[in-house]
Structures are given as C-alpha cells and as structure tokens.
C-alpha cells in the first residue's frame, strides 16, 4: 500500500513558453504562472517570517528518510518544529 503525503507547498515549474505577445502584452500561459508562483509565495512568507510545511505525525512518519535530510517543518500533531539531519525527523528544542 503506498501511502500520499499532500504538499502543502507547490511552487510551478518554470514556465517555457511565450511570455509576452506582439504587443508586448503577458500571455495566459504567462499570467497562470505568475499568478500561481505569487499565490505560493503569499502562502509561504509573511511580514512575520516563513511558515513551515505542516505535517501529520504519521506524515512525518512515512518522511523519515534520507531523501529528506536538511528539510524542516511543523508537526501539526504536537505544534512542534522538527528538522531531519540523519534520516529521521527530531523535534528542535530551544533553551
């Protein structure tokens, strides 16, 4: 059984077409993606920083991998931020 993790951030692929017309107008394809790449840009930063990735626990769980080594997010489970440095994620404590 594979198990989906839904991304919660989903920057577009660069976009390769024609991005202006002839009268030096955007294109659609080029509005799409700018209005797609500012929409996830407003979801992820903010006045007060950058919001972290949320996860559920059995999320984080099927994540701990070394795929995803020097990745951080927010356990949405515990409220607690988690960093992965060798394979596993681990809860960042502060002092």
Do not use: C, H, R
């Not at 991304?7 to 002839?22: A, C, E, H, R």
């Not at 701990?64 to 960093?83: C, H, P, Q, R, Y």
Request: charged share 15%.
């Amino acid at each position: 059984m594979t198990t989906t993790i839904k991304q919660t951030v989903s920057i577009p692929n660069l976009y390769k077409g024609k991005f202006v017309d002839k009268e030096g107008m955007l294109t659609d394809g080029a509005k799409l993606f700018l209005s797609q790449l500012i929409t996830q840009l407003q979801n992820i930063l903010s006045p007060e920083g950058i919001a972290l990735p949320k996860q559920s626990a059995a999320n984080i769980t099927v994540l701990n991998t070394t795929k995803s080594i020097g990745n951080v997010l927010f356990n949405t489970d515990t409220s607690e931020a988690m960093v992965n440095l060798t394979g596993t994620f681990k809860t960042i404590t502060t002092s």
